[in-house]
């Protein structure tokens, strides 16, 4: 795939797919960092002279005019972080968005309207993309966190303008280059949540990829299920346990070390402050539920760190939203942050809940990179192709 540094930029229209699905509420952006990330891309094509068109979607509102998922709402935070006036179009097709574009200087910004306003997005209906099309001399994908979306504005658009990625769909691609396609070793891979069910294709392919896989969070208790461990009332997919089972035999054909909780912190009830005891995995008592990894394991998990080049973490190691639950997220997440600080690691993070865990622990800013996507990060961890990446060109 192109960059923009090899775009003909002046005085052209580009459309800038971005990806501007923060949390709001009341009206309000909560968690302005997806627009954060986009401003480098935006200011280089607007200082080149280039108009810039943002092309965005704004939660599900599965092909209807939803007013409540307007993208009006973000303009005041955009124009705020960028330092510059955004016009808004109504619309992101048709009259209204072509007046918008018509009345575009160069260096200036537009925003369209929520591209799933429309059926003809989320379908990647090509006669939808040709419309898109029609309102641009090029096309700029900045956002990795919706290229798991074969729609018609990560998509079929493509393939229609000439195209490149944006600074932060090319800061993303090469960070997890880095981290899973062409890493140092060894390879830890932290992965944590409540549900295996959620996350088989990626336990699957990572055991193929790293060197040692650590299992955390509800996840792991099924994992513990599946050697025969009594797990008591902690969440635990029974079901799974056959599957849990390949997974590690894969992962020990392929050379890939498995860790899971030694010790663990339970509690009879999961709510802030609820009294709890740290156990044996296999002491869990029938009445209690495992809610985190207990010290001997997170010292088990630093030590794998130490001894690790690269690092992929996506979910906590524990139910890290609640003290206190957290611990051992916590101070893994420390460790890491403190590796990486001493240049010895490289650390990619992503997925919803992971960057929240960093947050909380502080030190997100510490990772090596801590990735805008959600279910894009999951898709890529599972090995996938994203279709929004794919059209990019190779
Ligand atoms: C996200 O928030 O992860 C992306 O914007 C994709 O949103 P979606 O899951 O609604 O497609």
Redesign the pocket.
Known sequence: WKTIDEMDLAGKRALVRV?V?VPVEAGRVTDATRIERILPTVNDIADKGGRVILLA?FD?PKGRVVPEMSLKQIVPTLEEKLGRKVAFAEDCVGDAAQAAVDALGDGEVLLLENTRFHPGEEKNELEFAEKLAHLGDLYVNDAF??AH?AHASTEALARLLPACAGRLMAEELSALDKALGNPERPVVAVVGGAKVSTKLDLLSNLVEKVDTLVIGGGMANTFLAAQGLDVGKSLCEHDLTGTAKEIAQKAAEKGCTILLPRDVVVAREFKAGAASEVVKAEDTPADAMILDAGPDSVAHVEMALENAKTLVWNGPLGAFEIAPFDRGTVAAAKKAAELTKAGKLVSVAGGGDTVAALNAAGVAQDFSYVST????FLEWMEGKVLPGVKALGA
Not at 373 to 376: D, F, K, L, N, S
């Open positions: 990806d699905n979607h599900r966190s919706a979306r996507a959600g279910g894009a």
